[in-house]
């Protein structure tokens, strides 16, 4: 009989908690399943990992409750998982939080109740401030309320002030578990077998007699469709069951986030040769049922979906399932469409846009084995297939794919390394692949399959560099103007490319130079002319302009630019032109983006300014013209990678022209003519661009000749931040000091490039090695000491990082 479940607690301790199991529940207790337990002075939700003995002379406390009918996970997933957890030096715990969504039906809700002490201040005694007098004025009012709802009902009030009332003995904290399993649900009719509409009891009753004739005719009927045909028919059913004609049935249904999507069923298009090559290899490894990875290199408009849309093909014959990442959820719709032309209903979708509800459904579908396919953003990687049989990563290049904060992984690593324990095939597909994956063919590690033609012959668009250094304060050269109005006139479609957001990215006193910032990030903030408000898009902070210099009074203006100052121009530019935008601000929400959707399918927009968004997989026939606004944003980024990515980005959104009928022609504005991401991508050879960068990665030791982990530090007061990053990069040192010389390269500690986020001050700490083993020991043992010693700092590892920032 099991009677100690091994427990992970979603927090940052590298560590499981052992609990006896009641009787009661030691049958039910299976790993996977999520328990109820107590944690210090609260309850918390955890995870059981495994079984074991109860250890001596020690008192455990008992699991509270299990809370899920049937496992999360298996072991073998648990497997993968743990080993997700440990590469990326994070708690068990909080991987497995966030392998599983946040619909899925279960969480912690913190109570406040007054005490005695707080109920004497409540009423005038004791030393309170107006706002804390608020505040427990409010609780006593309610008896008992949630801190989410105290939050939103009592202005300007944290959760570090109820800290502080508990603290002084004024509120105490319960805390219970509140349970919503998001199962949506619909009413389904159905006629008791022998009776008939003609039945003499029925004669006076005609609209009861004529919902139970459409009911008989067409057998199971959900109330819905009812609804539709015969208004609100309720209580006519409600009669119809009370005397035995129907019965009412509960069914669950699926919510589908793109209901609202038009999809036909498509006809599989002549294959190139070069797509008939990768796909044979392709169906071969599919075949031989091993693992398999392959890097498909080819250029815009070359045909991958089409590949991708064969192999999965392939992969659902055989009964196993298929994980598709997409590196934006905006380009989630139009896959959902490509996938389901082809596919019917065999689709599912996964990523952070959608409600809880949606992706619990999602969720349970993939893992009951109702859908075949589920496409998503990096989050998808955790879908919980049994049977998994492909893996397919989408413009792998992209940096999206791995995840700033805790756990930090990356999507398109976690997929080589999970198709390697299911014996699954990965296709990582881009036109521009990243340095390490184009590396890793050249070792023939992965099967390199290239496509170096578009479809139907069509040409790659014409590339023209223009130099604004030699135009005069202009947002849009001469060039520009004149082909964007040039491609208005001839009814053609346009896209313009700033990966900025806003309208001025700076404002700034034009007399003293004082530039507005944001008070809780080391950041400017930005003015968004749409809502006329200045925001910080690192904290969200929202406020009116600031009309006056705070320091001397006059006037501030705004520098800078971003996609609202371009819309703007555009319209000035060409005020007949239909005009639409896509960046965060525009398309928030899913409804907005499948609307915008709908209105360049019907060919309603003439020209579409937008940031990455635009860039990355849109098959849009209409375009001809792409405009890349500022080519130099991404090179002033202090990343070894801006080259890389810079090249990445230019020549993927040209590669959005030329698509139809018409030929396709970019026109690229930089001040940096010469740089060789942009004489690269002028002339669209990616092949020479990654062979120059892998030179230089060697010549200066950075990936993929070596491996990297980013140590950051980040509080609340300056001081301990910088005191505790000072001692850990001498800790460090005196770790190093014990391998052999040169082993690990230390680089810091120092201010991050934005050295504040949202009032936590960061600090980081970049450590190298071409010897992966002795570097993991090394910042492992570091971090461990650190903890130790760091108070209230907080110090953690970022494996193989992509955000230096």
């Not at 396919?373 to 492909?390: C, D, E, K, T, Y």
């Not at 902070?541 to 819309?567: D, F, K, S």
């Amino acid at each position: 009989m099991k009677e100690t479940a091994q427990v992970a607690v979603p927090i940052p301790r590298d560590e499981y908690y052992s609990y006896s199991l009641p009787p009661a529940l030691a049958e039910g207790a299976e790993v996977g399943k999520r328990v109820l337990v107590p944690f210090h002075n609260r309850r918390t939700i955890g995870f059981i990992v495994g079984f074991g003995e109860p250890p001596p002379d020690i008192r455990l406390k008992d699991v509270i409750d299990i809370i899920d009918d049937e496992p999360l996970f298996d072991e073998a997933r648990l497997g993968f998982l743990k080993w997700a957890a440990d590469y990326y030096m994070v708690p068990l715990g909080m991987m497995l939080k966030a392998a599983h969504p946040g619909g899925l039906g279960a969480s912690i809700r913190r109570m406040l109740r007054l005490t005695p002490a707080g109920e004497r201040a409540a009423s005038g005694e004791g030393r309170l401030t107006a706002h804390e007098l608020t505040v427990v004025r409010a609780i006593m009012g309610a008896g008992e309320i949630t801190s989410r709802r105290l939050l939103s009902v009592v202005d300007n009030t944290s959760a570090e002030l109820l800290n502080s009332l508990k603290r002084r003995g004024l509120v105490e904290f319960g805390y219970e578990l509140e349970s919503d399993p998001k199962i949506k649900t619909e009413k389904v009719i159905s006629a008791v077998e022998g009776v008939s509409a003609d039945d003499p009891a029925l004669a006076r009753k005609r609209a009861k007699a004529e919902i139970l004739s459409f009911i008989t005719a067409h057998g199971r009927v959900p109330l819905d469709e009812l609804k539709e045909v015969f208004g609100n028919p309720s209580a006519h059913v409600s009669w119809l069951a009370e005397e035995g004609y129907v019965t009412v049935d509960h069914e669950e249904v699926s919510r589908d986030p793109f209901a609202g999507l038009e999809i036909r069923r498509d006809v599989p298009p002549e294959l190139t040769v070069d797509q008939e090559i990768a796909c044979r290899k392709i169906s071969e490894a599919v075949a031989n049922g091993k693992f398999a990875p392959f890097l498909l290199h080819g250029v815009t408009g070359s045909g991958k979906t089409e590949v991708y849309l064969r192999a999965i093909a392939e992969v659902l014959e055989k009964g196993k399932g298929v994980i598709v990442l997409v590196p934006e959820i905006s380009l989630t719709p139009l896959l959902v469409r490509r996938f389901g032309a082809r596919f019917g209903d065999a689709v599912a979708v996964i990523h952070s846009a959608l409600s809880d509800g949606e992706r619990f459904d999602a969720w349970r579908r993939a893992a009951r084995g109702d859908v075949g396919i589920v496409i998503g953003a990096r989050s998808a990687i955790f879908a919980p297939f049994s049977n998994l049989g492909m893996i397919i990563v989408d413009e792998e290049h992209e940096t999206s794919y791995k995840q700033d904060e805790a756990p930090a992984y990356n999507a398109r690593d976690l997929a080589l390394v999970l198709g390697r324990m299911t014996e699954s095939v990965v296709v990582l597909g881009s036109a521009t692949p990243s340095v390490e994956s184009y590396y890793n063919a050249k070792r023939h590690r992965f099967g390199y399959l290239q496509l170096p033609l578009r479809v139907s012959d069509r040409s790659l668009p014409a590339m023209t560099i223009v130099d604004m250094r030699e135009e005069v304060g202009a947002i849009l050269s001469q060039k520009l103007r004149e082909a964007v109005v040039d491609n208005f006139w001839k009814d053609r479609e346009t896209i313009l490319f700033l990966n900025r957001r806003g309208y001025s990215s700076i404002m700034i006193c034009k007399v003293c130079g004082e530039i507005l910032k944001c008070p809780n990030c080391s950041v400017s903030l930005t003015y968004h002319v749409r809502g006329d408000v200045i925001m910080c898009h690192l904290c969200g902070l929202v406020e009116e302009p600031h009309e006056a210099c705070a320091v001397c009074g006059e006037a501030m203006r705004g520098l800078g630019i971003g996609t609202q100052r371009v819309e703007d121009e555009l319209r000035e530019l060409i005020p007949e032109a239909k005009i639409a935008r896509m960046d965060r601000d525009a398309v928030a929400g899913k409804t907005r983006l499948l609307d915008l959707y709908r209105r360049l399918e019907r060919g309603e927009i003439d020209v579409l300014v937008g940031t990455q968004m635009v860039a990355k997989g849109h098959d849009l026939p209409g375009v001809t013209l792409v405009g890349v606004v500022s080519a130099d944003i991404s090179l002033g980024i202090p990343d070894f990678r801006s080259g890389e990515r810079t090249f990445q980005l230019v020549t993927q959104v040209a590669g959005r022209a030329g698509r139809g009928e018409g030929e396709g022609r970019a026109i690229v504005q930089t001040y940096n003519p010469d740089h060789p991401s942009i004489t690269f991508a002028a002339r669209q050879d990616s092949k020479g661009f990654l062979e120059q960068e892998l030179k230089l990665r060697e010549e200066l030791g950075y990936p993929p000749f070596t491996r990297l982990v980013n140590v950051r530090f980040t509080g609340r007061r300056e001081d301990e931040v910088t005191d505790v990053a000072r001692k850990a990069g001498e800790a460090a040192r005196r770790l190093a000091g014990k391998l052999a010389p040169g082993a690990v390269e230390i680089l810091g500690p120092s201010p991050c490039p934005v050295s504040r986020i949202k009032n936590r001050y960061r600090w980081q700490m970049l450590l190298k090695s071409g010897d992966v083993k002795a570097l993991r020991g090394l910042v492992k043992r570091l971090v461990a000491g650190m903890g130790k010693i760091a108070g209230q700092v907080r110090v953690s590892a970022d494996v193989d990082p992509y955000n230096f920032s």
